[in-house]
Nanobody, 125 residues
Framework: QLQVAESGGGLVQSGGSLKLSCVAS????????VGWFRQAPGKEREFVGS????????LYQDSVKGRFTISKDNAKTTVFLQMNNLKPEDTAVYYCAAALWSVNSRTDSRDFEYWGQGTQVTVSA
């Protein structure tokens, strides 16, 4: 059974950077797409970005393109979300999630079966 856990959140000033990690246990990410989602207070959970199971294809929400980068380590046990030029509107709880390689979508949270507990990212103005 795959389990995932995020880490790396914190408080940062506007314009700063943070790097989140999503670690797999039980299995590796070799057969799973890994996505990052976020949920701000009073808002629905939204897609941030995802990387496919090969580690070579990444998708991003328009608002984070050019600022966020998703990567996967060679051992396929950790996926990273590098967040640069952070803005106050990026403040949210960030979740990583995994979906089996065969699912149709890499942006729909309903296709992601395995979820972490979330890590808080707060960006001050």
């Amino acid at each position: 059974q795959l389990q995932v856990a995020e880490s790396g959140g914190g408080l940062v000033q506007s314009g700063g950077s943070l790097k989140l990690s999503c670690v797999a246990s039980g299995r590796t990410f070799s057969s799973y797409h890994v996505g990052w989602f976020r949920q701000a207070p009073g808002k629905e959970r939204e897609f941030v970005g995802s990387i496919d199971y090969t580690g070579y294809g990444a998708l991003y929400q328009d608002s984070v393109k050019g600022r966020f980068t998703i990567s996967k380590d060679n051992a396929k046990t950790t996926v990273f979300l590098q967040m640069n030029n952070l803005k106050p509107e990026d403040t949210a709880v960030y979740y990583c999630a995994a979906a089996l390689w065969s699912v149709n979508s890499r942006t729909d949270s309903r296709d992601f079966e395995y979820w972490g507990q979330g890590t808080q990212v707060t960006v001050s103005a």
